[in-house]
């Protein structure tokens, strides 16, 4: 009789340069890889970049939910893992992706399509 193996987990030497916040979630800036566009943010823990590392699709815990979501999964607008960096302080993680169709739930390709008014005295 064979023993059952234990549950995969994030290597060793990946979780240790990570310093989560007190959910241990990471916040995880996602940007499209050939033209620097940043896409979304999203968060993960330790599972959801395990699983983003080992399939190659952006997965992420999702707060409002309480579940691990895969990008695309359910719009089709899927997210093709090319890199991920940790930061410095290693409290951030850039994930460059090769995006199908929009990123952001309303349909715009990127989270970040509103831009704000400039605070007076401070344009060049």
């Known amino acids: 009789m064979s023993a059952v193996p234990a549950d995969p987990q994030l290597a060793p ?3 240790a340069l990570l ?3 007190p959910a241990g979630l990471v916040a995880a800036i ?3 890889h050939d033209t ?3 896409l979304m943010l999203a968060w993960m823990d ?3 970049l395990r699983r983003t590392l080992t399939t190659g699709r952006g997965t992420y815990w999702s ?3 309480g579940e691990y979501w895969v990008k695309g999964e359910t719009s089709g607008n899927r997210q093709w893992v090319r890199e991920v960096r940790v930061d410095c302080d290693g ?3 850039l994930v460059l992706v090769d995006q199908e ?3 952001c739930h309303t349909g715009e390709r990127s989270c970040f399509f509103r831009s704000l008014p400039a605070v007076e005295g401070t344009a060049p």
């Open 101 to 103: 169709g929009a990123a």
């Open 63 to 65: 707060r409002s939910r």
């Open 19 to 21: 310093r989560r916040d």
């Open 46 to 48: 330790d599972e959801a």
């Open 36 to 38: 620097g566009e940043v």
């Open 30 to 32: 996602v940007q499209q």
């Open 13 to 15: 030497e990946v979780a």
């Open 91 to 93: 409290d951030a993680l």
